[in-house]
């Protein structure tokens, strides 16, 4: 299966989220591919910005589950990240990249980033849509116009916003599928590059999705 966070908007948490996603998979013993469509990811792993990735594999003149294993980097044991790459993607051929990835026995995670182009660029049988949001009313009105399109909603709170989670649900007219408590722990580990192996207390919040 292959699960594709997607932000009601940028600075939500997303690239967060997919990273708790991970964590939650690698606890239950699966093999995890997180696939990165922003860079984001990357960044937060510490991996090299210049390593070829996505953008080359969907440039290529032949598409294989191979040719995009062999783009992958190894970030922990059981953990493999392909990353954005360098140079525009094709999202014409994203659908392609998702029907292999999707007929494997592994737990494919995509930071997809924000918005409907975001959100469109990962559409197949294969794939389950989350949206990924904040307590904040810019977000919500952002999720509002996406939340009909998506498999399942999570939300990030934090208690110095205004608005609850009660908020949030009855402004989307359905209940959150997972609520993350955000706290400063899970921004010293991303500050640190360890958050995909520091963050398991937050992760667990996610543990039902899989």
Do not use: F
Not at 110 to 124: F, K, N, P, Q, W
Not at 179 to 195: E, K
């Amino acid at each position: 299966m292959i699960y594709a966070y997607v932000g009601a908007k940028g600075g939500v948490g997303n690239t967060v989220t997919a990273l708790l996603a991970a964590n939650s998979a690698k606890r239950a013993g699966r093999d995890v591919v997180l696939v990165d469509l922003t860079g984001d990811l990357g960044v937060v792993l510490g991996t090299s910005p210049s390593l070829p990735g996505v953008a080359e594999w969907t440039a290529a003149s032949e598409l294989s589950l191979g040719a995009a294993s062999a783009l992958s980097v190894d970030i922990s044991p059981g953990v493999s990240l392909l990353p954005r790459g360098t140079g525009d993607i094709d999202a014409a051929r994203l659908g392609t990249l998702w029907s292999l990835l999707g007929g494997k026995p592994r737990v494919n995670i995509v930071d997809a980033g924000s918005g409907r182009t975001a959100l469109e660029r990962v559409a197949g049988s294969r794939v389950r849509r989350l949206l990924t949001m904040t307590c904040c009313y810019q977000a919500l009105h952002r999720a509002r116009e996406l939340v009909a399109d998506v498999d399942d909603v999570v939300v990030l709170t934090d208690t110095q916003r205004a608005l609850g989670l009660a908020d949030i649900e009855a402004a989307l007219g359905r209940n959150a599928d997972a609520v993350v408590a955000m706290d400063r722990s899970i921004s010293r580990w991303a500050d640190a590059g360890l958050l995909l192996d520091r963050c398991a207390k937050s992760a667990r919040s996610l543990d039902s999705l899989l």
